[in-house]
């Protein structure tokens, strides 16, 4: 069943993608097509989750299957009746635009490789954000829904990347699942197709933007060896700069086609509701990206500014402002964390220097690294430097793309030093630098570019430069990348070494999906440990957790007859019992009668954990 969840994902992107660029002007190439078709289809697949669920249609696999392949089966059938389907034979021939997407294909599927490597170099996943992304993603595949049902507040405690969090992350993973036996496996996997996906839309982006192929080709590569970008931790940042690629595509196509504007609306509405502080960002760069082509075109861009203040309104009528009024400000500012602290940086406080930019340390931060590598940077400063002094004869519609590169790359920079700037807020300064790759990879491309043309004026052969260039580029940038991404990363949630190796004990002896509850939940850290040992326990039974809080006190008839009425076969106590307050006394007191009683059977037990058998 996990072929088939990843066969039904691309076929959902595809369909989706497809469906909605019926009636526009696509690329004649056969490889940029169809790729772009996964890159709008996302951002369709996005919005679906949400506005299928306000109309309380089940978020169920099957019916996004069936919506997905509507029109493309429609179109199939009359295309056949017609006789006119044709079989594009030139995706197949040596050509150099083939030849560079399958040179972009076989880097990305490296990628991919490097970054499955990694997420299952460990068992179980690391951190607390990606612990409480299964929680939601467990609660999708399970109630097809990313509602609540009751107290709401308490709930939202449970689930943070749950309403009124945007949901489009946890919910499309959750889809995913509901074919899948193991959700750990379900969202490593998918969360590392989207990174990779992300890089390949990036190309063909580039490749209009820039109306450079080369230039897009090496920017993507240099994009795939920064150590700053996109790691493979599991979080909604992930999918939300992802979409930035297709959106900006989409963008891009408007001067070919203006019918591109409804996919364009239809991805920044996805960006908009997929992420609450990459969406603010997005909204700046592209207000970048509109003023500077406004001023070179020297007119007013309606298609453009339309496209960026309708994609808000959808926003605002699809989702925020229903789950605003669904919550009131307090609940939803809580669940969106805006406090007046937010964006205080995880670098508790220090400020990023130079050796930051250049460090290409085999140590780094697990959600957003830091550093560009010493040789990419200076790469990227020399190009900024050639670029800047060469900014007037670049000042035509062609090079456009060069004046907002450098502004985007100003942005990000100064996105980074945020905490610096009297601001009334920030956003989360540390994960500006997934931003600043964004920028710095493309300045770094089109440096390179003019040094091979100056190379080429001075009859010198550019290899002398490009290929030591390549090298140090691979050393100092992609193999301290490499590194970090498939080093084992810790696993945050165990208080202590042995607690981990009895919660490992229980994902290698007990079956897959068996139902165990942790009588202590540790303000739900427990249920979380479960959740991520590819476990089940309803950690949504409010009624449960509330008999849960009071366990030591009940008698273990009582206990026994609460947890084999909800269908639970195991359950544990962990250390968490000592640090939610029990008496460890009183704890090993109620584990001894357990045992006594022949109704629970000790299966495994250390300093860490007792696991027993509900008979």
């Avoid at 069936?66 to 429609?74: E, M, Q, T, Y």
């Avoid at 230039?215 to 996109?230: D, E, Q, R, T, V």
């Avoid at 964006?343 to 550093?371: C, H, Q, T």
Wanted: glycine share 6%; net charge neutral.
């Amino acid at each position: 069943m996990s072929l088939f969840s990843i066969i039904l994902f691309f076929v959902y992107l595809w369909g989706f993608g497809f469906s909605v660029t019926r009636f526009v002007k696509h690329s004649e190439n056969f490889w940029e097509r169809n790729i772009m078709y996964l890159g709008v289809g996302l951002g369709v697949y996005s919005l679906l989750v949400i506005i299928l669920n306000w109309i309380h249609v089940p978020l169920n696999w099957f019916i996004f299957l069936i919506l997905s392949l509507i029109v493309p089966v429609v179109y199939l059938v009359k295309s056949l009746k017609k006789e006119e389907i044709n079989f594009d034979t030139k995706m197949f021939k040596l050509t150099k635009s083939n030849l560079r997407v399958w040179v972009l294909l076989v880097l990305a599927f490296v990628l991919f490789l490097v970054y499955v490597k990694g997420s299952f170099s460990y068992p179980w996943v690391e951190d607390g954000d990606p612990f409480e992304h299964l929680l939601g993603i467990e609660y999708v595949a399970e109630k097809q829904t990313w509602f609540f049902e009751d107290n709401v507040l308490e709930k939202r405690s449970l689930m943070h990347y749950l309403e009124p969090y945007p949901p489009t992350y946890d919910a499309i993973i959750g889809i995913q699942h509901q074919v899948t036996n193991s959700i750990v496996w379900t969202t490593k996997i998918f969360n590392v197709f989207l990174i990779t996906l992300g890089h390949i839309f990036f190309y063909f982006f580039l490749a209009r933007f820039m109306e450079n192929k080369n230039k897009a080709l090496f920017a993507s590569f240099l994009l795939i060896i920064i150590p700053c970008f996109l790691s493979h931790f599991i979080w909604s940042s992930t999918l939300a700069i992802t979409l930035f690629f297709p959106a900006f595509y989409c963008l891009e196509m408007i001067k070919k086609d203006k019918k591109w504007m409804y996919p364009s609306i239809a991805l920044i509405t996805a960006i908009m509701i997929a992420q609450p502080t990459n969406n603010v960002i997005f909204g700046i760069m592209f207000g970048i990206y509109w003023i500077v082509k406004s001023i070179y075109e020297k007119k007013f861009l309606v298609p453009e500014f339309l496209v960026g203040v309708v994609g808000l309104i959808a926003s605002l009528i699809i989702y925020w402002i229903p789950i605003l009024l669904r919550f009131g400000w307090e609940k939803f500012k809580i669940g969106l964390v805006i406090v007046p602290s937010i964006g205080l940086d995880v670098n508790e406080g220090n400020f990023y220097g130079l050796s930051d930019f250049m460090s290409s340390a085999l140590n780094n931060k697990i959600d957003n690294p830091i550093g560009l590598g010493i040789v990419l940077f200076l790469l990227v400063v020399v190009s900024a430097i050639i670029a800047l002094v060469r900014l007037k004869k670049l000042a035509s519609k062609k090079n456009l793309w060069v004046t907002i590169t450098l502004l985007w790359l100003l942005f990000a920079f100064l996105g980074l030093h945020q905490a610096r700037l009297p601001l009334p807020f920030t956003l989360f300064a540390y994960r500006f630098w997934a931003i600043f790759a964004i920028p710095a990879v493309m300045i770094a491309a089109e440096g390179v570019s003019q040094i091979i043309q100056l190379c080429k004026k001075l009859k010198f052969s550019h290899y002398f430069v490009t290929i030591p260039l390549f090298v140090l580029l691979l050393a100092t940038s992609a193999y301290p990348k490499y590194s970090v991404q498939t080093a084992m990363w810790p696993a945050h949630a165990y208080g202590s070494v042995e607690e981990m190796m009895s919660y490992e004990w229980v994902r290698n002896s007990i079956p897959q999906n068996s139902y165990v509850i942790p009588l202590c939940n540790d303000n739900d850290w427990s249920d979380r440990k479960i959740i991520g040992l590819d476990m089940m326990v309803e950690f949504w039974d409010l009624d449960l957790r509330d008999f849960r809080r009071g366990w030591v006190n009940k008698s273990t008839d009582e206990i026994h007859t609460r947890l084999k009425e909800k269908g639970y076969e195991f359950t544990t106590i962990d250390s968490s019992c000592v640090t939610q307050g029990y008496d460890p006394e009183e704890v090993q007191k109620k584990a001894e009668e357990m045992i006594g009683t022949g109704k629970f059977q000790l299966i495994h037990q250390n300093t860490g954990l007792l696991v027993f058998k509900i008979i």
